[in-house]
């Protein structure tokens, strides 16, 4: 793999050597209702969206759910992607997270104890946290740019985004002023984005 | 928009707020083309976190989906430019059908409250059920209700046209009501008809008239059923003739 195609998900690496479509080209397809390129589409995003699912969901049975229901939501919204206004990746992904988020969401709902459980193990539980990150990391930009955030920056970040946590826990776990929460969050994401080249 | 809105860009793609807080969050970059950029640029630079987390599913996954997709039928392009236009204007990349559950004491809270309640379906589009169409149909239909003081009333709706359809349900009553409103007028020779669609065809659930507003019971319906509208010649069709102007989906 070089390195211009390492930030690419496994499936990308061919699309990107042109020989086959892209999965924004799929998408369109599978929007006129064709299964398979719905099949090829799958290949290209069922990883990254299995794995961000995992992280967020953790059991492993519930993740395969989830991230049935967001590849057939994939499927059944098809139409709804605009090339034009970003990724096919982005655009599966965000689906993604918000289903994982719902799902662990809807789970959490009835207690706080989790949470305060959560808050009395948070440091062990970060160091866990960064080292997955650190050794699953498929490209060196990534980790890269997330080793150029701030602590605070990068904990919330990967509180928020890896574990689907809102920013008013992010805030209590980290013992940390909700403003202040809000404004990592959002400086970390532009560190990152300059640091990844993203542009919309 | 205050300083303090625009501070939860962050926290809204991570998908770490509140939903009251999404919802302000959204009309606030309806009007902040700014936010709506840095929201496109922060889900690219999300994708790529999770995208280095990447496992490969048990092989019998794609099986199941296959199964899936294979009774799953599409939202269409025409459907969502009338249904999703204002919506879809690509400033959200969002779901376009969400369900909700509320309680029937909410559901009386609202009618007390005396005012407009917005719902978000999904893709940001609302729901408007305004206390006049609930208490109307409150106090002239007996199964309405009877659903607001079922345990498990849910809701769930579709809008088209500045029109709306809202399914008032109860699984443990395997009941529902269908309340249309301000559906936009058709010809003398058309009307409404409501649909379940389910793998084996569509079921007819009856007649919504010929705009405006109407209630239709309706007995049997099960839960996680997909609800759609169409317009039919009057009398209405054993089949629809033409494509839903609206669909959803009722709570599972």
């Known amino acids: ?200 | 928009m205050n300083a303090d809105v625009h501070a939860l860009t962050g926290a809204y793609v991570l998908d770490a707020i509140e939903d009251d807080e999404r919802a302000d969050y959204e009309r606030h970059i309806e009007e902040c083309a700014e936010c709506a950029r840095e929201v496109a640029e922060f889900r690219a630079t999300a994708a790529r976190l999770g995208a280095v987390a990447a496992i490969s599913p048990p092989t019998q996954l794609h099986d199941r989906v296959r199964h899936e997709v294979a009774r799953t039928r599409q939202d269409s392009p025409g459907r969502l430019r009338l249904v999703g236009a204002a919506a879809d204007s690509g400033r959200r990349i969002r779901y376009r059908r969400r369900m909700w559950t509320v309680s029937a004491a909410a559901v009386v809270a609202f009618l007390a409250a005396g005012v407009s309640v917005g719902f978000a379906i999904n893709a940001g589009h609302q729901l408007d059920i305004t206390q006049h169409a609930l208490s109307q149909a409150h106090a002239s239909d007996a199964p309405i209700s009877r659903l607001l003081a079922a345990p498990d009333v849910r809701m769930a709706g579709g809008s088209a046209n500045g029109g709306s359809v809202t399914l008032l349900s109860s699984p443990s009553l395997h009941q529902g009501v269908l309340l249309a409103q301000n559906l936009p007028a058709q010809p003398h020779d058309r009307n409404y008809q409501a649909w379940t669609i389910t793998p084996a065809g569509f079921r007819s659930l009856g007649l919504l008239g010929g705009g405006g507003s109407a209630t239709l019971s309706v007995p049997d319906l099960g839960t996680g059923e997909d609800i759609g509208v169409t317009v039919e010649p009057a009398g209405g069709s054993s089949q629809p003739t033409t494509a839903p102007i609206m669909d959803f989906r009722t709570a599972g």
């Open chain 1, 1 to 200: 793999m070089d390195d211009s195609v390492r930030a690419l998900p496994r499936g990308h690496v061919a699309a990107a050597a042109g020989v086959a479509p892209t999965a924004e080209e799929l998408l369109v397809t599978v929007a006129s209702g064709d299964p398979q390129a719905f099949d090829r589409l799958y290949e290209l995003v069922v990883a990254p969206i299995f794995g961000l699912v995992r992280r967020i969901v953790r059991d492993r049975a519930q993740s395969e759910e989830v991230t049935q229901e967001i590849m057939v939501e994939l499927w059944r919204t098809a139409a709804r992607f605009d090339p034009a206004r970003g990724s096919a990746l982005s655009w599966a992904m965000t689906l993604a997270h918000r289903r994982a988020v719902d799902r662990v969401r809807s789970a959490q709902a009835s207690t706080d104890r989790e949470l305060r459980v959560a808050a009395m193990s948070h440091d062990r539980e970060f160091d866990v946290v960064a080292e997955e990150v650190a050794t699953r990391l498929e490209t060196e930009q990534v980790r890269r740019c997330l080793s150029e955030l701030t602590r605070l920056q990068r904990e919330a970040i990967e509180l928020a985004y890896y574990q689907g946590k809102t920013y008013r826990e992010v805030a209590e776990l980290l013992h940390t002023p909700l403003g202040t929460i809000k404004t990592r969050l959002r400086d970390g994401l532009i560190r990152l984005r300059d640091c990844m080249g993203v542009t919309a």
